[in-house]
């Protein structure tokens, strides 16, 4: 059967597949106005895959939702293994819906940069600057992101996959003699 334009018409009705949302409301109400954001299960721990220009306004979103504690702020290096090097993760708590979430966005290889989470929660304040020390991940807002583990003269970012292993010259005490 062809169609007043000449294109054959099939009987079979194409499919869209359907965004995967969580089964919790709390959870359901945060990702539904927020159609870039994925939304996964990790064994058993809710993921959302934040695209890394909207990591500030989903945060705020999240915190609006009731996510009021941000327990960590990490960085994940895959060297070769991804198109985008690095990985940035947030851990949110909500104590009053007895919910965990894991926000995970990406940063490009070149000058990794990601949006601070300070302005949200004040709390992440050193768990930035300890990313930005180990991995160099700059977080753009920050109020002071300097060095906090390495010395402010250190060269580089010791977790990076890329970071030469240094070694310590090591001096043993003469061993006796076991007879």
């Known amino acids: 059967m062809t169609d007043e334009t000449g294109a054959v018409e099939t009987e079979e009705a194409v499919e869209v597949a359907e965004r995967p949302l969580p089964d919790n409301e709390v959870l359901r109400g945060l990702f539904e106005p927020f159609e870039d954001v994925g939304w996964e299960d990790s064994r058993g721990q809710d993921v959302a895959r934040v695209p890394n220009e909207r990591w500030l306004v989903f945060a705020t979103a999240a915190k609006d939702a009731g996510f009021e504690m941000c327990v960590d702020v990490t960085a994940v290096d895959w060297m070769r293994q991804r198109p985008d090097r690095f990985e940035v993760v947030a851990n949110l708590l909500s104590m ?42 700059v977080f753009d807002g920050h109020p002071d992101l300097t060095r906090i583990l390495m010395p402010d003269e250190w060269e580089g970012h010791p977790l990076r996959k890329d970071f030469g292993v240094g070694t310590v010259p090591v001096q043993f005490k003469e061993s006796h003699k076991v007879s």
């Open 96 to 137: 009053q819906h007895r919910l965990r979430l894991r926000m995970i966005t990406t940063a490009p290889r070149q000058e990794p940069t990601v949006a601070s989470l300070v302005p949200v929660w004040p709390g992440v304040n050193f768990p930035e600057r300890e990313a930005y020390d180990m991995f160099g991940v």
